[in-house]
C-alpha cells in the first residue's frame, strides 16, 4: 500500500469516506497510526483488535470510538503525542 493511496468507503445513508494522503514527511509510526485508524473505519476492525462502537447519534451524524490496545500506534493518546511532536508543538 503506497503512502499516497486514497481510501474510499460506502457507508449507510449514501455517505463516502475519502482519506488524504499520508504525509511524505511524517514519522513512521504516526503514518501507521493514521493507516491504522482508516483501516479501522473501512474494515471495522483495527490489526489490533479494536473494533468501533456508536458512542453518540445525533441529528447530523454519529460518532464512533474504537478502543485500542496499549500498544497501538493509532490510540488517541499516543496519535496525540506523534502529531505535536511531529508539528513541533511537544513541549
Do not use: F
Request: hydrophobic share 30%.
Amino acid at each position: 500500500m503506497g503512502a499516497s493511496r486514497r481510501y474510499r468507503r460506502k457507508v449507510r445513508g449514501g455517505g463516502l469516506y475519502i482519506g488524504l494522503p499520508l504525509p511524505d514527511d511524517a514519522p513512521a509510526d504516526l503514518k501507521e497510526g493514521i493507516a491504522r485508524r482508516r483501516i479501522t473505519v473501512l474494515t471495522g476492525c483495527c490489526p489490533c483488535g479494536a473494533t468501533p462502537e456508536l458512542d453518540t447519534k445525533t441529528e447530523w451524524g454519529e460518532q464512533w470510538t474504537a478502543w485500542h490496545e496499549p500498544g497501538c500506534p493509532a490510540r488517541d493518546d499516543r496519535m496525540s503525542e506523534m502529531l505535536a511532536k511531529w508539528r513541533g508543538d511537544a513541549a
